[in-house]
């Protein structure tokens, strides 16, 4: 497999929008082989800003131009001439579902109308979906099993908070959109993460989980990417968080963890069904979690993403994708197809348009070049969260 360079940062005083790295930094970046790593003392953590959980914004979907329908045909018809290899994955696992309850307070209302929160509406091309919000009823899908694996993350821009999706896919292992990790090209870092597994309008069923280390593709740190869309469309917007302890232990042992897959998994025939979770502000104010099915469609012109049909928008950033979403049943008179794996996550929420009317939503798509060297670079470093 050929590696593809990374850069990790563990989480402390962190270069945020418009700062510099301070010069006490220095002597803790540590190049080793194909990652750069800085390294913070543990107490840097600890004094970290505090995360405003109920006034949170949502993290601005980065947008593009639409496309029109014709365009979305073409990409279909070309997309089944082009059906590839099955591609890889790795399993995920349930978990033992034993809560550890925090009052975070419900989210405040957010009433701005600006674009950064508009819907992908309207559905102009054509591109079917169903939205519902994920939890229906007091027993609270958030905390069964493959729906609890998926969270809310708040990070900090500044003094700012803000919130994008993410889901775990090793027990102390979370992955997000890039843009919610690092500001594209800038080389500049957001931070203060908290990863809230399971959230439910200001509750933290599983606790709130800081961050260790952040870990993306030097491409698309220093913004050299190859986006269609100057860090909008790109081919690698995708990012993994390793957590923190809590009493010795990572959330994913009682949440459980996804798998993921690369490379083409599940796309046969080049199309997929995808199950998408998020925490979009534009529905519910950001307080449950949303569920959003469509089938997906390999995009050429759009740095080969993933495109699905979305009613999701700003907060939904990051949040998964998954080829056979929910829980396995038992055969009892058939046999399983191609790809069985249940929970596979094969992207993240990316992008969104710029009109409301195409209702659509991109992924970078997982390679054996993104998701495969992001998640080794954080397992080298941190075995046990792996394990």
Avoid at 277 to 301: H, K, Q, T, W
């Amino acid at each position: 497999m050929r590696m593809s360079r990374v850069l990790i940062l563990t989480v402390g005083v962190l270069p945020w929008l418009g700062l510099a790295p301070a010069a006490a930094q220095t002597s803790q970046v540590k190049r080793q082989g194909a990652v750069t790593v800085l390294t913070v003392p543990a107490a840097a953590v600890a004094a970290a800003a505090s995360i405003d959980f109920v006034n949170a914004k949502p993290m601005e979907l980065p947008r593009a131009v639409g496309r029109s329908d014709a365009e979305f045909q073409m990409d279909v018809l070309q997309t089944l001439s082009a059906a590839g290899p099955l591609g890889g994955f790795s399993a995920g696992a349930e978990g033992n579902g034993k809560t550890s309850l925090v009052q975070l307070g419900a989210p405040a209302l957010f009433a701005d109308e600006s674009d950064d929160i508009t819907p992908q509406e309207f559905g102009t091309n054509n591109h079917s979906f169903s939205t519902a919000r994920a939890d229906l009823n007091p027993s609270a899908t958030n905390t069964s099993y493959p729906y609890r694996a998926s969270g809310k993350l708040f990070f900090n821009i500044g003094t700012s908070t803000y919130v994008c999706s993410a889901s775990l896919i090793k027990r102390g292992v979370v992955v997000t959109a890039a843009h919610c990790a690092a500001n594209y090209g800038a080389r500049q870092f957001y931070t203060n993460w908290r990863f809230v597994p399971g959230y439910r309008n200001g509750t933290a069923p599983y606790n709130t989980w800081t961050v260790r280390s952040a870990t993306v593709l030097t491409s698309y740190y220093q913004g050299t990417d190859g986006c269609a869309v100057y860090g909008v469309v790109c081919p690698n917007d995708v990012a993994v968080l390793t957590l923190n302890t809590i009493s010795s232990a990572y959330p994913g042992t009682s949440t459980g963890y996804y798998g993921y897959g690369w490379n083409g998994f599940g796309f046969a025939g080049g199309i997929n069904s995808i199950t998408q979770i998020g925490y979009p502000v534009c529905l519910d104010n950001g307080a449950y979690m949303e569920r959003n099915d469509s089938f997906g469609v390999v995009s050429g012109p759009n740095s080969n993403n993933t495109v699905i049909g979305s009613l999701m928008c700003g907060g939904s950033s990051g949040g998964p994708w998954l080829a056979n979403f929910g829980v396995r049943p038992t055969l009892t008179g058939t046999s399983d197809g191609s790809a069985a794996t249940s929970n596979v996550v094969v992207g993240v929420t990316s992008w969104g348009y710029t009109s409301n009317a195409p209702k659509e939503q991109g992924a970078s798509p997982f390679t054996s070049n993104n998701i495969v060297v992001l998640v080794d670079a954080a397992c080298a470093a941190v075995p046990a969260a792996c394990s």
